[in-house]
């Protein structure tokens, strides 16, 4: 038996983070191991499903790789695992085109079944129309139960479990309305909130549901009998896990037949934490990876030769970014150089001459891309992203709140999922490339754009 479940939501705000973290945890306190998954590009949900699961969580998106791709990710990262747990993005159906790129999307495509987490707080019998709704939009998607959230009590539970009943779906219990469940900002982050335990918020969230909701009847429907599967099927999985395994095997091959590994620098701390598990796995597999701290490390580790800035929290670390002058320096003198370097979001910001804060301080930073970043006016900038540089097609995701003055050319137009240019720049100044966007490039070797 194998076992894998998707945590959907009729809306965003529904409480399917809440609840995944809290069933990660759970699962993971009763032994079971556990693989976290994500659909979307989101890289700050995925940092709170490694700490709950104590796994590293993947991203599946059906707009950054390919379906090939995510299905090869699924079957190998779940491979060990006793439970599969994704959670969705958005409402269930929502993606960048009607479903694509939704979280049904994912489920039809790796046949997974559906959790539905639907928040009741003002809603009782109501939601028998919407639970029959979804059961019946899509034939495809397989709706296993549902799991109520923001519930006052067994009696307002009571009329909710008249509503599945006269829908057709199981109730598999609720999360009551609990105010020490509530997540933070999400722009602020778990990590960022001095009080917050993350180890005892995710308890909490774990003992209601082992209290209030049936975990065992959900790992029934969760499970998948190993059936005889038809030819067509078995040899289109085969094809898809060969493929993946061939991928890995040249990767590994070109890693130990090369007399000179390339040693590749990857900033990790508070300030500089937004990464995709498999981006770091692609690099892995291309040299030595080796972490660094911008905030605390004095300079880059000796002899690299490719740098990785990815995006991050720098505007709640100003001060001390901008007084590890040693580390600036050390960049700066990298870049002067020659040296290759990819900077994302906040990787970039960290480049600029200066980076104002929320607070109207202006601190300067390295000082290598003559451009200013500021959190003044501060502004919500998302969404996919598709571009071509140096004929390499390349996809990413876009999130900030900063912007950019005096902001420098763009060598290249990127594109939103709606196939409409965006003024987000792609910056080249010597060997540095640097943009607002995430790129994704578990199907590629990044360092051909240097090429």
Known sequence: MKSHILIGAASSGSGKTTFTLGLLKALRKRGYAVQP????????DTQHHALAAGQ???????????????????SRYGAESDISVTEGVMGLFDGYDGMHGSSAEIAKLLHIPVVLILNARSMAYSAAPILYGYKHFHPSIRIAGVVFNQVAGESHYSYLQQACKDAGVESLGYLPKRSDIEIPSRHLGLTLEENFRFDAFTDRIADLIEEFVDVDRLLQLASLELEVQSDKKASSQATIQSLGNAREAKNRENYQNNPSIIRIAVAKDEAFNFTYYENI??????????????LRDTALPAETDFVYLPGGYPEFFLPTLSNNISMLQSIETYVRAGGKLLAECGGMMYLCRTITGMDGIKHPMAGILEQDATMDGMKLHLGYRSLTYKDIPLRGHEFH??????????????????????????????????GYTHLYWGEQNILDLWK
């Open 37 to 44: 998954f994500k659909c979307g590009p989101d890289y700050i």
């Open 56 to 74: 590293p969580s993947v991203n599946l998106d059906t707009w950054l790789a390919s379906e090939e791709h995510v299905q090869q990710l699924y």
């Open 281 to 294: 796995r692609r690099l892995e597999a291309l040299g030595k990876v080796t972490y660094f701290s911008p």
């Open 401 to 434: 709140y900063s912007r950019l003055t005096n902001a420098l050319p763009s060598v290249t137009i990127q594109y939103n999922a709606k196939n409409t240019a965006t003024g987000t720049a792609l910056i080249r100044y010597k060997n540095v490339i640097a």
